[in-house]
């Protein structure tokens, strides 16, 4: 299994990201995929995740608005596109892939395989 994330970069505040993480050796459509993602000291935190293609999405309070979440089943691909960036959204951001129970959907133990990360720096 193989997720590799990209689009990461350095934006000043307001500005907008794309991220991509491109999955392969899994069945795609059956996974749930997260992004989360971990600043400089700090511990690994749950960004977004959604369970499957059109079903609901789950947002940590703090981009909730700003960011959303979505997949492309056919292109073995999930995206978070990020909007009004803020210095605070600064981190290494990794997708993930699991089959995380809906309580347990914001923990990165429930998920098993991990992209390799990729760096948003917000700054002016």
């Known amino acids: 299994v193989q997720l590799q994330a990209s689009g990461g970069g350095l934006v000043q505040p307001g500005d907008s990201l794309r991220l991509s993480c491109a999955a392969s050796?899994?069945?795609?459509?059956?996974?749930?995929m997260s992004w989360f993602r971990q600043a400089p000291g700090k511990e690994r935190e749950f960004v977004a995740s959604?369970?499957?293609?059109?079903?609901?999405?789950y947002y940590a309070g703090s981009v909730k608005g700003r960011f959303a979440i979505s997949r492309d089943n056919a292109k073995d691909t999930v995206y978070l596109q990020m909007n009004n960036l803020k210095p605070e959204d600064t981190a290494v951001y990794y997708c993930?892939?699991?089959?995380?129970?809906?309580?347990?959907?914001?923990?990165?133990?429930?998920?098993?395989?991990w992209g390799q990360g990729t760096l948003v720096t917000v700054s002016s």
């Open positions: 993930a892939a699991g089959t995380p129970i809906i309580s347990q959907i914001r923990e990165p133990s429930a998920f098993g395989h």
């Open positions: 959604l369970r499957y293609s059109g079903g609901p999405t």
């Open positions: 050796g899994l069945a795609f459509s059956r996974y749930a």
